[in-house]
């Protein structure tokens, strides 16, 4: 049974860089995409993108210039950074396993962007 | 990018019924379309994998059905924890999106 934790830091001030990091617990690192999500109230659950052990990324194009997603495979991790936030980037951000599907997620971290 | 829409937004119903809910995509997405539940603090739990396709471990009670634009969940006999948020999800093109939410509440 593969379970993901997640951490990282909970509260920044605008322009800062958000940084959070996943471990898998179990299963293959490498047969999936590596993917981080967020939900808002405003904006609901809001895919960020994804990537996989061969480099193969994808992500929003509404975030795509601000985010990188990379993956450590000899510790099983995957990390998510996101510049220069503001406001509207305050939400729980999930990581999460894809085969085709969202099999398996983080608890989730909330991340609050405020002066 | 693909636009879903979910209806009705919430649904108030009581245990031992029947709840059908609806998510319509802008475009089709063929049969690439998922459903998921979420509970209170919880990150959501994979249902249905494309539009028909009950995910490991989840009730017979849990159906899915459509393919293009149109796509139905249903429960057919609601039991008390079934009560919570469900979203439809695309993976047909990205960007990858999810519709706003259905919230199933008790009556």
């Known amino acids: 049974q593969v379970q993901l934790q997640q951490w990282g830091a909970g509260l920044l001030k605008p322009s800062e860089t958000l940084s959070l990091t996943c471990a898998v617990f179990g299963g293959s690192f490498t047969d999936y995409y590596w993917s981080w999500l967020r939900q808002s109230p405003g904006k609901g659950l809001e895919w960020i993108g994804e990537?996989?052990?061969?480099?193969?990324?994808n992500f929003n194009p509404s975030l795509k210039s601000r985010v990188t997603i990379s993956l450590d495979t000899s510790k099983s991790q995957f990390s998510l950074t996101l510049n220069s936030v503001t406001a509207a980037d305050t939400a729980v951000y999930y990581c999460a396993r894809r085969s085709s599907w969202y099999s398996a997620w983080g608890q989730g971290t909330l991340v609050t962007v405020s002066t | 990018e693909i636009v879903l829409t979910q209806s009705p937004a919430t649904l108030s119903l009581s245990p031992g019924e029947r709840a059908t809910l609806s998510c319509r995509a802008s475009q089709s997405v063929s049969k690439f379309l998922g459903w998921y539940q979420q509970k209170p603090g919880q990150a959501p739990r994979l249902l249905i994998e494309d539009a028909s396709n009950r995910a490991p471990g989840i009730p017979a009670r849990f159906s899915g059905s459509g393919s293009g634009t149109d796509f139905t969940l249903s429960i057919s006999s609601l039991e008390p924890e079934d009560f919570a948020l469900y979203f439809c999800?695309?993976?047909?093109?990205?960007?990858?999106?999810f519709g706003q939410g259905t919230r199933l509440e008790m009556k």
């Open positions: 999800q695309h993976r047909s093109s990205w960007p990858i999106t």
């Open positions: 990537n996989n052990h061969r480099g193969n990324a």
